[in-house]
């Protein structure tokens, strides 16, 4: 875990709110993914009651492997973000709760410091997607010989097109004998 000293106390928050621009380098996702130039956040916190809202922008851009072929791709990633700070004390203090769709804009801290070190680093983590392409139409590897298919065909003669192909073929095949 990223350890950074970007934690704003909430006496440092005046009333008509504090701005923040500020940059970070690969230590703070270093357990995730290489940061491949240095992430930027501006990030506006204003105080509501015993909640802090917080509103930016994050900008890095990240390494990664492609899912598909293995390739290594550089991810562009700029969000923008708005996101509540409640304190763990306003909780309710029950076994379960079901979150609503707003719960989930919801950051919870302890203390009297806002973690904006933890905000960012989780606004970049989001921002990768699940599934990881070096683009949309990534081909991938043959699955027998294990070539890059993006790079031209391998030969081997592995069937290469939909796999949806042998139904196309069996559905024609039914059409002409029946």
């Given at each position: 875990?990223?350890?950074?000293?970007?934690?704003?106390?909430?006496?440092?928050?005046?009333?008509?709110?504090?701005?923040?621009?500020?940059?970070?380098?690969?230590?703070?996702?270093?357990?995730c993914f290489p940061l491949k130039r240095p992430l930027s956040a501006r990030v506006f916190l204003k105080k509501q009651g015993i909640n802090v809202k917080a509103k930016g922008r994050v900008e890095t851009a990240v390494g990664l492997n492609c899912d598909r072929c293995l390739e290594s791709f550089v991810l562009e990633i700029k969000e923008d973000f708005e996101v509540e700070f409640r304190p763990v004390a306003s909780l309710p203090l029950q076994e379960e709760t079901r979150l609503s769709r707003e719960d989930l804009e919801v950051i919870f801290?302890?203390?009297?410091?806002?973690?904006?070190?933890?905000?960012?680093?989780?606004?970049?983590?989001?921002?990768?997607?699940?599934k990881k392409l070096c683009h949309e139409s990534c081909r991938g590897l043959c699955p027998k010989c294990g070539k890059n298919l993006n790079e031209g065909p391998c030969g081997c003669g592995v069937r290469q097109d939909s796999?949806?192909?042998?139904?196309?073929?069996?559905?024609?095949?039914?059409?002409?004998?029946?």
């Open positions: 875990m990223h350890k950074s000293a970007l934690r704003i106390p909430l006496e440092d928050i005046p009333p008509e709110g504090l701005r923040l621009e500020f940059e970070e380098g690969p230590e703070i996702l270093a357990d801290f302890e203390g009297d410091e806002i973690p904006v070190d933890e905000l960012v680093r989780e606004q970049v983590i989001l921002a990768v997607p699940y796999p949806f192909a042998v139904l196309k073929e069996l559905l024609q095949k039914k059409t002409q004998t029946g």
